[in-house]
């Protein structure tokens, strides 16, 4: 199953869409974000997900005007496997102390990033250049969070805000054993996320947050290219022209009851993750 979060200008943590998906192919991903945005979705400020190749290359083709925060605990995840169990906790600890307690925003969060990114690499390299590289080869992709408000940060550097949601998920399809088909399938899994969803924390959006989201706004709009028309990178053929209440093949799944992705001005989120639900 695919699925996307999002954040939305109030603060509000909402799902935002449900899809089949075995694999994070960049077709299957293609095809989920096509479909967002057929149903509303404007281009958020910022996604968040982990490193899938796929993924990724479905995000730059799709949301070219959005930033992309790698997930940190996913790429925590691939540093510590790369180290042996003896050396673990503290390579843990120094890794982690890269973006902890910054409390600047915007290029100096950013520089100050980098600083810190400079001893671990000095630090740890000589010992484990692999593990290193993981931080090394993808360092901008993981302090683009920095650029958004301080009181933020910590919301934002990872994509696990439905993680908890997952075990739920899991849980209810297990006692089922074999589900008839797909419809069903999504319409459970569906169920339990729009539940769930209802109980998730966003964030506070005080007016300084605001501002400097406006401005983070106007400063890389202008700088984004824009999305592949006829004469870039091919898309793939249009969904279905609406959304109903049985899910089509490739397509977002919503309840009768369930509204589009609302989309307000340029952008109706402000934040959105997606995730490859397990």
Known sequence: MLAAWGIDTDGHAVFL??????????????????????RGLG????????????????????????????????LCRNLIAKVPIHAQDQVKGDYWAIFDQIEAEGEAAVAEGHRRAKRFIAKW?????????????????LLVHLRFPSEHHRRIRHSNLIERTFGE?????????????????????????????????????????????????????????EPPGEEGSPRLPPPPPSITSEPASGAVYTAPETPPVEANGEA???????????
């Not at 190749?53 to 479905?58: M, N, Q």
């Not at 109706?268 to 397990?278: E, Y």
Request: aromatic share 4%; hydrophobic share 40%.
């Open 125 to 141: 390299k000589p010992l484990y250049p692999s593990a290193v590289a993981c931080v090394a080869d993808n360092l901008d992709a």
């Open 169 to 225: 998920t899991r849980r209810r399809v297990k006692v089922i054993g074999r589900l008839p088909g797909e419809q069903s399938c999504l319409s459970l899994v569906w169920a339990v996320l729009d539940r769930a969803s209802k109980g998730w924390r966003g964030l506070t959006m005080t007016p300084k947050a605001l501002r400097r989201l406006q401005d983070l706004r106007r400063e890389l709009l202008p700088e984004r290219p």
């Open 17 to 38: 869409g449900l899809g089949p998906g075995a694999t994070e192919s960049t077709d299957a991903w293609r095809g989920f974000l096509q479909d967002l945005g057929d």
């Open 268 to 278: 109706s989120s402000v934040m959105a993750g997606l995730r490859l639900l397990p």
């Open 43 to 74: 281009a958020p400020l910022l996604v968040i997900s982990d490193g899938g190749k796929g993924l990724c290359a479905a995000i730059e083709w799709g949301l070219p005007t959005s930033l992309h925060q790698r997930c940190l605990i996913h």
